[in-house]
């Protein structure tokens, strides 16, 4: 394997030389943005470790999030179709006691255990929803803290592709090519991205974690060798 100098397909691959001003100008933007997401996220970061910490003592006692008397108003179920074949999404619709209304996802596990106007309990951190039960099963909601924390993760992790392409590579070969491997560094965002969920929840079952921690391994390794295969010669 070697990396592409010259010619790939009928774009020619322009090489910027080490010292390169505009090479390090690239390099500068990626740190930059690596920094500036990575800065950001510590507050979001310590939010969600603070909602962990309230979830693993409520599943030991019960009695560390606040409970709130709902209403289920609403369920609705719809499929939608894409080349991996249809999938069926499940919604929730329930009223709080001041009669404000909140519509979330939910699994087809837990749908299929709730029904038009049932009584159920919402769980509160900080004054969000982050839970709904009801007999026999519970429906976990990631915090806002968590998604603001993913987000920044992604951001850090496209800085993180600017610097890495500007200290490694620093070539262009076609906008189609740009394109094509920042469609694959985006999936491969998913990796670090998965760790919020488990930072929020963590793991209650050994098992299950040995199965995702299988199945992340494999996409990885498979959107890696993707990529790597965009950037060097067969």
Known sequence: MRFHRGWRGTSPV???PGSSWARWVVVAVGVGVLVTALVAAVGPYRQTREFRDAVACHRDTGHCLRGEPGLIVGRRSYVTHSDD?????????????????????????????TWEGQSVTLRLWDGEVVAIEVTGGVQWFL?????????WLFVAFCGLGVALW?????????????CFRLFWWMLLSITPLSLVHFLAFGIEDGSELIVKAVGLLIYTLGIGWALYDSIVDP
């Open 85 to 113: 074949g249809p999938t069926t999404h499940y919604e929730l619709t329930w009223q709080r006691a001041d009669g404000s209304r909140q519509t979330r996802k939910v699994t087809s596990r837990f749908y299929n255990k």
């Open 166 to 178: 500007g200290l490694l590579f620093g070539w262009w070969d076609g906008l189609f090519w740009l």
């Open 14 to 16: 322009i090489s910027l």
């Open 143 to 151: 915090p806002k803290s968590g998604g603001m924390f993913g987000a």
